[in-house]
């Protein structure tokens, strides 16, 4: 079956623009989460939805924001973008339930200039 | 953010040589997991360990959940060049919710010399 697709892939931006990525879950996967990854911090969770409501939300300041939608699908936006937001933005979606394990798409590279 | 002590940070090892990781954290997890990030694309799941003391193998690679929940490792024996790539291990806990979170290690770059 078809594993988590995010689009787009890459995407420059102009520093003080917004951006919108968006995520395909896995068939069947309801909960949807979103990480930032940049070489020094690492992994970073940004927040995770489940039926179309934030389940869970990292330290990331009010710029970040997502939705999900009935589908499952779900976007993330980040206003005001600054250089620092230039980041592997990757989305992780699994069925929901206690144990179930994250499966990642290949996620966006967005580029801040 | 939260994050988990993974170590070591990089190394360099010949083909053929084994290979240990780990990682450790301060709170306690009910799930384990270990992933694979090769350039430019998103983390594989390589190994996921539901209990403690749980011992799991995925062909060359070997995974323990610890006793006190609060760290694991990951063992890779008779490296080969394609297992070139980025590590890294996650622990998983549920929040007041009841759902749950992941928080990851910084992960272990890994470098096979042929």
């Known amino acids: 079956k078809a594993g988590v697709t995010q689009t787009p892939r890459y995407l420059i931006k102009t520093r003080g623009q917004q951006v919108t990525l968006s995520c395909s879950p896995i068939?069947?996967?309801?909960?949807v989460s979103w990480y930032q990854q940049t070489p020094g911090q690492g992994l970073q969770f940004l927040f995770e939805?489940?039926?179309?409501?934030?389940?869970n939300k990292g330290n990331f300041p009010g710029r970040f924001s997502g939705r999900q939608f009935s589908n499952s699908r779900s976007e993330m936006n980040v206003s005001t973008l600054e250089l620092g937001d230039s980041a592997l933005y990757l989305c992780?979606?699994?069925?929901?339930?206690?144990?179930?394990?994250?499966?990642f798409g290949e996620g966006s590279w967005l580029t801040v200039v | 953010g939260q994050q988990l002590n993974q170590s070591p940070q990089s190394m360099f090892i010949q083909e053929g040589e084994d290979v240990s990781m780990n990682c450790t954290s301060s709170?306690?997890?009910?799930?384990w997991l270990w992933y694979k990030q090769d350039p430019g694309e998103g983390p594989v799941l390589l190994i996921a360990?539901?209990?403690?003391?749980e011992l799991t193998s995925n062909g060359r690679l070997t995974a323990q959940f610890g006793i006190t929940r609060k760290d694991s490792f990951l063992n890779i024996s008779a490296s080969i060049p394609s297992d070139v790539g980025i590590y890294f291990c996650?622990?998983?806990?549920?929040?007041?919710?009841?759902?749950?979170?992941?928080?990851f290690g910084i992960g272990t770059k890994l470098q096979v010399i042929p």
């Open positions: 939805y489940f039926s179309e409501t934030q389940r």
């Open positions: 709170s306690i997890f009910n799930t």
């Open positions: 068939s069947g996967h309801r909960s």
């Open positions: 996650a622990g998983q806990q549920a929040n007041s919710g009841g759902y749950q979170k992941v928080t």
């Open positions: 992780a979606s699994r069925r929901q339930g206690s144990g179930n394990t994250i499966y």
């Open positions: 360990l539901y209990k403690a003391g």
